[in-house]
């Protein structure tokens, strides 16, 4: 039962440096999520993909960029990271935009010092 | 700003009491969903509920929807250890939007 699989788990990154979260899903679901969690924050949308081949901004879209890859594959990529973009990632699927539950990893702690 | 507002933001208690957790909006959600988290994981979905006024029991939990849509609780009875988590609200404002996350409560049953 993978579900949603993210990889790295733990990453530590110098300012400036670039990185790629990547995220796969295995329940052939169509919609795919990034989001971030910092404390007292809740859960933020960075991204997201409603459907193979198209990509959206979320909440908090700046600084990142995404690749739909496919219909199992989202990465995420930080370009030049910040010290502000430490934080937990998760990755997440649904069936559908919304109103279905939303599937999420295990989660990817980043810090960037 | 958080579109809903969740308190308390942290709530510690003894094995065997009765505790709510609040989900408020000025805002109408077609649904709305509790997840659960526990530390070093993803949120795990707990219940949805699409009905003004619905009420829904998963064992000691009990999940009811505001008769305007705009506000949920979630209610554990008799509390036990197991139930310690981040608890998260998330609330779709159409059959079309994104789910908006309350920033979460932090509940902790200690022994």
């Known amino acids: 039962n993978a579900g949603v699989t993210q990889t790295p788990k733990f990453q530590v990154l110098k300012t400036g440096q670039s990185m790629t979260l990547q995220c796969a899903q295995d329940?052939?679901?169509?919609?795919m999520y990034w989001y971030r969690q910092d404390p007292g924050m809740g859960l933020r949308l960075i991204y997201y993909s409603a459907s193979e081949g198209t990509t959206d901004k979320g909440e908090v879209p700046n600084g990142y960029n995404v690749s739909r890859l496919n219909k199992r594959e989202f990465s995420l990529r930080l370009e030049s990271a910040a010290p502000s973009q430490t934080s937990v990632y998760f990755c997440a699927s649904s069936v559908r935009r919304s109103g279905n539950t939303i599937y999420f990893g295990e989660g990817s702690w980043l810090t960037v010092v | 700003t958080q579109l809903l507002e969740q308190s308390p933001q942290f709530l510690s208690i003894q094995e065997g009491e009765n505790l709510t957790v609040y989900c408020n909006s000025s805002?109408?959600?077609?649904?709305l969903q509790w997840y659960r988290q526990e530390p070093g994981e993803g949120p795990v979905l707990l219940v949805t509920?699409?009905?003004?006024?619905e009420v829904k029991k998963l064992k000691r939990l009990t999940f009811q929807f505001g008769d305007a849509r705009k506000d949920s609780s979630l209610h554990i009875t008799a509390a036990q250890p197991g139930d310690t988590g981040l608890y998260l609200c998330?609330?779709?404002?159409?059959?079309?939007?994104?789910?908006?996350f309350g920033a979460g409560t932090q509940v902790v049953v200690t022994p």
């Open positions: 329940m052939n679901h169509n919609s």
């Open positions: 998330a609330g779709a404002p159409d059959s079309w939007g994104k789910l908006q």
């Open positions: 509920v699409v009905t003004g006024g």
């Open positions: 805002s109408v959600f077609s649904s």
